[in-house]
């Protein structure tokens, strides 16, 4: 659902008092009163707080309430997904992307097709992946393009790196290789792992800046529009009016009916302002395609294939056809840890989509579904009851459903596996930095909740009231002489007048009542 993408998005961008009388009585430890004010704020009287504290190392219980009541996941179903890929493929390995030539190069010219093969690697060069990071513009103020449609402070990825760089450096090593001309086409191969409908669109093994274009607008008369990536790929036309500075900015990129590589920029930007906005293209392939074809221009290699034209799939030669000496380049993503903590800070649901594909390959599957069974694994190996874990992709879209208990559970074990500290790295840190960086940055606990958010939301299309079916938090406490506590804290059923006020409010709410365990825990 439309809405409901939008509202879980929300929350992770704005950078019930029945669980303190009836519902007490089936808690467990001495809950902090700040903890027991926030509970008990008017928008809460028709919540439950369910949640579940335990020391991380010995598994004592400090806090408990209904542990073993399922409730929605939202996005903290990352960490099942981080921690899976984790164990099975290993923080530390790279991926990598190769590109070949269908036929040997002679005197300078490839006489057939070159085939970029894709890897799964999301980062693509892109973000300072060309170094080895994976870089965002999630931080207190601001927050990553992937949300720019829905969040005014969404920043274009030309700010943390070139999203061209991997594509350049690829071409760049093409031509190091002696090649000046290719006579056939080039084509992106995406046969390791089918596409994968997820809530942000289709997922495929090829990435190129997200597969978005960016599109930022300024204010004046007229407004005016710079793209990132620059590409031939799409032409862009302003159809934006600038409004007086006290208006609220609103913006959509389509394509024109009769001819899709043109995008229309429309809606309104207040004065003295400019924001992104993005396109999501609709093949990755293609976009790939014709962003390859400039990148080996700009390195000096001519492509016989015109660049603004579908990839050809059904050229694609077999596997085997990719020999080692028929290599002409290859790029290494970051590490899998990097990655990880890009999608538990950011809350990047195609990327986590993407690593349940990884898991599914591994299984020797194209269906990216069969990732699904590698967690269910993971997690019976854990301990978990498995019963009490509902995921049907790896973002934790809807009805993505588990316990707190089970959670907890798993975020403990995690933390005690050898790749346990890049998982506990990779999580968001109260005040400090991911979806919690907005929230707690003058608490005594800033800097010791590292958890991942989840949320899922739906709008009551008569009044616009918004109801929160979920927030959560997953992960770790850190007390103040270094004991280190594993929990899962969640809250279903509150309501707010409006949607970025109240998903503000429950983002907060969430973060202080972590925030008083830590305090009152540590006391």
């Known amino acids: ?145 992937v949300y720019a449609n829905i969040a005014p402070n969404a920043r274009p ?30 084509l992106i191969d995406t046969r390791l792992f089918e596409t994968y409908s997820g809530g942000d669109g289709g997922v495929t093994p090829i990435f190129v800046n997200d597969n978005l274009l960016d599109v930022t607008v300024t204010a004046g008369s007229p407004a005016t529009i710079v793209v990132s990536p620059q590409t031939s790929a799409y032409s862009v036309v302003s159809q934006v009016d600038t409004v007086a500075a006290d208006e609220d900015s609103s913006l959509s990129v389509e394509p024109d009916p009769t001819d899709p590589t043109k995008l229309i920029v429309s809606g309104s930007i207040a004065e003295g302002k400019s924001q992104l906005t993005t396109y999501q293209v609709p093949d990755p392939a293609d976009w790939a395609r014709v962003l390859l074809i400039e990148a080996l221009g700009r390195a000096g290699v001519s492509v016989g294939a015109p660049p603004n034209r579908p990839n050809n799939e059904g050229a694609l030669p077999a596997p085997a056809a990719f020999t080692d000496d028929r290599k002409l380049a290859s790029l290494q993503s970051p590490p899998l840890s990097a990655m990880g903590a890009m999608i538990l800070e950011t809350s990047y649901n195609a990327g986590a989509n993407d690593f ?48 707190p208990r089970q959670m907890t559970k798993w975020v403990q074990w995690a933390k005690a596996q050898p790749w346990g500290q890049a998982f506990f790295d990779g999580q968001p840190v109260l005040g400090e930095s991911g979806s919690l960086a907005p929230y707690g940055g003058d608490s005594p606990a800033k ?44 809250m279903g059923g509150a309501t707010f007048d409006e949607l970025y006020d109240g998903l503000v409010q429950a983002g907060g709410d969430l973060a202080g009542v972590a925030a008083a365990f830590q305090e009152g825990l540590g006391s």
């Not at 085939?115 to 999301?122: E, I, K, N, T």
């Not at 270094?482 to 929990?487: D, H, K, P, Q, R």
Request: proline share 4%; hydrophobic share 40%.
């Open 157 to 186: 990825t030309s700010d943390v790196g070139d999203p061209l760089a991997g594509l350049n450096d690829l071409a760049q090593q093409v031509k190091a290789s002696g090649v000046n001309r290719i006579d056939g086409d080039v």
């Open 1 to 145: 659902m439309k809405t409901l993408r939008s509202a879980v998005l929300l929350t992770v961008l704005a950078v019930a008092a029945a669980a303190c009388s009836d519902s007490d009585s089936g808690s467990s430890g001495n809950v902090p009163d700040a903890a027991r004010e926030i509970m008990a704020k008017p928008n809460y009287s028709t919540a439950r707080w369910i949640y579940y504290v335990v020391d991380a190392e010995s598994g004592e219980v400090l806090l408990e309430n209904r542990p073993d009541e399922m409730i929605y996941t939202g996005s903290t179903a990352k960490n099942f997904t981080v921690g899976s890929v984790y164990e099975t493929l290993g923080p530390e390995t790279t991926l990598t992307t190769p590109i070949y030539a269908t036929a040997p190069v002679a005197d300078g010219v490839v006489p057939g097709d070159v085939v970029l093969v894709a890897s799964g690697d999301f980062v693509l060069g892109g973000r300072g992946g060309i170094e080895g990071k994976v870089e965002h513009t999630f931080y207190q103020d601001t927050v990553d393009h």
């Open 447 to 490: 800097g010791k909740v590292a958890a991942k958010a989840g949320t899922g939301v739906a709008l009551n299309p008569v009044n616009g009231r918004l109801l929160s079916n979920v927030q959560s938090l997953a992960g770790y406490i850190t007390l103040d002489d270094g004991t280190l506590l594993a929990f899962d804290l969640a």
């Open 356 to 403: 349940l594909c990884l898991l599914a390959v591994e299984r020797g599957s194209t269906d990216c579904a069969a990732g699904l069974e590698t967690i269910y694994d993971l997690a019976g190996k854990a301990g978990l009851d498995t019963t009490a874990v509902f995921l049907t992709d790896g973002q934790g879209g809807d009805p993505a459903s588990t316990t």
